[in-house]
């Protein structure tokens, strides 16, 4: 996410919760992903972690009083606010929540979020506590106008709390709110557009312990899941068998083999104006399907086994009456082995699809980074050797690009 954050100055408020660990984590992806994080905390954050850790992972003396002498004017609570590009509250407590919706300000961090400029410091709240608190109807009336005010509350998570308890409430995790966050601070060049994308293998199965996969691990797929959705898409995943987090606001289908996953496309792409396919779907699957394990004899002969073909799903999308009468948006993609541009561009036309992302499938399969090179009518162009979730937003962009100048 170094594209996003680089740069990037943010204030990370910590108030009083066990959550407080996670906000160590937090402090330590965001520096980490190129911004400059400064620590202001409350006398309850400072019973849950200590101003030493935060100032060791962030790099930056913390604050946690309004009467710091550090500041020449003795005015943190102005001065902390006014270079940043976002305030983040995490963990953000009951309490503070009703602090901020009352205008109280008798510390440091409630104080600096009353001063902060509005109009150009965002302030964005990550709430953190127990799941009869969260439910309260006085802490939903505070998270109403608190948001009413100009917040953006990024929401709670589900599971096993501190008190041992278990339901909503839960701070989000690191990871989640850096998800959060890249949303926050990108561009919304997709807005308005629906986008439908498939990532992962598919599993042909043999019988009921075998079957014929490939290598694809969904990363791409769901990089462009994860970029389009902070471009402002709606998104909908359709994922074969792999073993990623679904990204934060992005609908997920999990299906299995190329006939299950044409069948949830062809159910889905009517509300899509977009459609990537970036699934490595097997060509092939067996003729038969064999209900009980096929056994080794000991002979040293093996069975015969035929095989069909599957759906070309992209083929049969890009032919659709919505894709040829300009309502709908494919994006192939092509993972060679060898000669990319040649066999792309001829995948390209084959497909008649508009634009044909192309990848050396061995090179990449598995792996956090990559390289595309981009075929359209016009030509080819190279997204370079970068991450993943790099090369997912530049494809999202040049989508949104090409796009944009096919309006009127």
């Given amino acids: 996410m170094n594209d996003v954050f680089a740069g990037k ?85 009951a309490d503070f929540i009703a602090r901020l919706v009352q205008g109280r300000s008798d510390e440091l961090l409630s104080l600096m979020c009353l001063a902060r400029p509005m109009e150009s410091v965002p302030l964005l709240l990550a709430p953190a506590m127990n799941r009869e608190m ?54 919304k060049s997709l807005q308005g557009q629906h986008l439908l994308v498939t990532a992962g293998p598919t599993f042909e199965a043999i019988d009921p312990v075998r079957g014929i996969t490939n290598l694809s691990s969904g990363k791409m797929g769901f990089a462009i899941a994860r970029a389009a959705r902070e471009a402002g898409a709606q998104v909908t995943l359709v994922a074969g068998p792999v073993h990623l987090p679904t990204p934060r606001g992005v609908t997920r289908v999990d299906v299995q083999s190329a006939r299950q996953m044409q069948t949830a496309v062809q159910s889905l792409v009517a509300g899509a104006s977009i459609f990537i396919a970036t699934a490595a779907v097997a060509d092939w699957r067996p003729a038969e399907f064999s209900d009980q394990k096929i056994k080794k004899d000991g002979s040293g002969d093996v069975p015969a086994m035929d095989f069909v073909e599957n759906p070309d799903i992209l083929a049969g999308v890009a032919q659709s009456d919505q894709a040829r009468s300009g309502k709908l948006y494919c994006v192939g993609f092509a993972a060679e082995s060898h000669d990319l541009l040649k066999h792309a561009s001829a995948k390209r036309l084959r497909k008649s699809v508009p634009l044909l992302v192309g ?13 595309l090179l981009l075929i359209d009518d016009q030509g080819s162009k190279e997204l370079p050797h970068a991450s993943k979730d790099v090369l997912a937003r530049q494809l999202v962009d040049e989508i949104a690009q090409r796009l944009s100048a096919k309006r009127p």
């Fill in 134 to 187: 969260w439910a309260h109807p006085a802490t939903q009336r505070n998270l109403a106008q608190v948001q009413a005010d100009g917040a953006q509350v990024l929401g709670v998570g589900n599971g096993s709390q501190a008190c041992g308890e278990t339901g909503d409430g839960r701070m989000l995790e690191p990871e989640e709110i850096m998800e959060e966050l890249a949303a926050h601070f990108t561009a």
């Fill in 9 to 93: 100055h943010l204030v990370l408020g910590l108030s009083g919760g066990v959550a407080c660990y996670k906000s160590a984590m937090l402090c330590r992806l965001l520096v980490q992903a190129g911004a400059t994080v400064q620590v202001v905390m409350t006398e309850a954050a400072e019973q849950f972690m200590t101003a030493v850790t935060m100032q060791a992972l962030s790099g930056r003396a913390v604050y946690t009083s309004q009467w710091d002498v550090r500041e020449p004017n003795n005015m943190p609570h102005i001065n902390l606010s006014r270079d940043a590009d976002a305030i983040l509250i995490a963990p953000c407590s």
């Fill in 359 to 371: 990848n050396i499938g061995p090179a990449t399969f598995g792996k956090d980074d990559n390289a």
